[in-house]
C-alpha cells in the first residue's frame, strides 16, 4: 500500500521558516520524481516544486522560486521542503506526491502564515 505522510506545517510569522517532510512507503522512492503541490482555502490545487530520482533536475513555480528549497533522501524514502521568507499568500494545505501520477498525495499538512 502507497503511504505519503505529510508533516512540519505549522503557524509562522511572515519571514519565518518552515521545514516539511514526506515520508512515504509501498512503491521505491527512489524511481519516482516527486513533487509539492498546495491549495489554499477556495482555490485550485498548485503546483509547488519537483525534483527527479537523483535531484539531478529541480524546479520551483515561480512564487516561491528562491525562497523555497526541495530536497529529497532515498536512503530515508523522504522528500523534503524547506519554506523561507514565507509569506501570507503562501497559506495552504501542502501535498507531496509522485510527480507523474494524477491524485497521488497524503492527507496533507497545514501551512498558516499571519501575524
Known amino acids: 500500500e502507497v503511504q505519503l505522510v505529510e508533516s512540519g506545517g505549522g503557524l509562522v510569522q511572515p519571514g519565518g521558516s518552515l521545514r516539511l517532510s514526506c515520508v512515504t512507503s509501498g512503491f521505491r522512492f527512489d524511481s519516482y520524481d516527486m513533487s509539492w503541490v498546495r491549495q489554499a482555502h477556495g482555490k485550485e490545487l498548485e503546483w509547488v516544486s519537483s525534483i527527479s530520482t537523483w535531484a539531478t533536475s529541480i524546479t520551483y513555480a515561480g512564487s516561491v522560486k528562491g525562497r523555497f528549497i526541495i530536497s529529497r533522501d532515498n536512503f530515508k524514502n523522504t522528500l523534503y521542503l524547506q519554506m523561507n521568507e514565507l509569506k501570507p499568500e503562501d497559506t495552504a494545505v501542502y501535498y507531496c506526491?509522485?510527480?507523474?501520477?494524477?491524485?497521488?498525495r497524503g492527507q496533507g499538512t497545514r501551512v498558516t502564515v499571519s501575524s
Open positions: 506526491g509522485r510527480a507523474d501520477i494524477q491524485g497521488d
